[in-house]
């Protein structure tokens, strides 16, 4: 099963929905804080969630719930750049424990990872569109009962086709 993501919309067999992306498109991500959603093809290595918002679902990908001291590594100074981090932490990091609700659910894509390049772009999710899909810093975001419709399709060897 393939991910597409293209023109603005996120394409899973027969299932097409409207998606928000990076606030300056799609293009070879070079750099953190671009506003560039990075062309290419990728896994999703886990899912994260907030189980007081999003309680229990079945899904062929691992799973994580969100806890209150979670967060995202997104300074290259740091040696867990790119990483999933346990807040306080002394580098800038995104909170992923969020009063709104773009992450209660959050697809994590293996972007930049293997090896982890300094200041090539981290947090790379399929997570929760804001209201009227407002753009991203280069995440990919969609309805939160699309992403639910999502999960139940997808499987570890989904790969997200981002174009």
Do not use: Q
Request: charged share 30%; with cysteine.
């Amino acid at each position: 099963m393939h991910i597409l993501v293209k023109n603005k919309n996120l394409i899973v067999g027969d299932y097409k929905v409207k998606c928000a992306i990076g606030k300056r498109g799609i293009k070879n991500k070079k750099e953190e804080g671009d506003l560039i959603t990075p062309k290419g093809k990728f896994k999703i290595k886990y899912i994260l969630y907030r189980n007081d918002r999003i309680g229990y679902f079945k899904s062929k990908i691992k799973k994580l719930i969100i806890r209150k001291n979670m967060g995202w590594c997104n300074d290259p100074e740091s040696k867990h750049y790119n990483k999933l981090i346990k807040l306080p932490f002394s580098y800038s990091a995104e909170k992923l424990y969020r009063t709104d609700n773009i992450y209660d659910i959050i697809l994590v894509l293996d972007y930049n990872f293997n090896p982890i390049r300094k200041n090539k772009g981290s947090a790379i999710f399929i997570h929760i569109a804001k209201k009227n899909y407002k753009s991203t810093e280069g995440c990919i975001a969609v309805k939160k009962k699309d992403l639910k419709n999502i999960i139940k399709i997808i499987n570890i060897k989904t790969v997200v086709n981002i174009n």
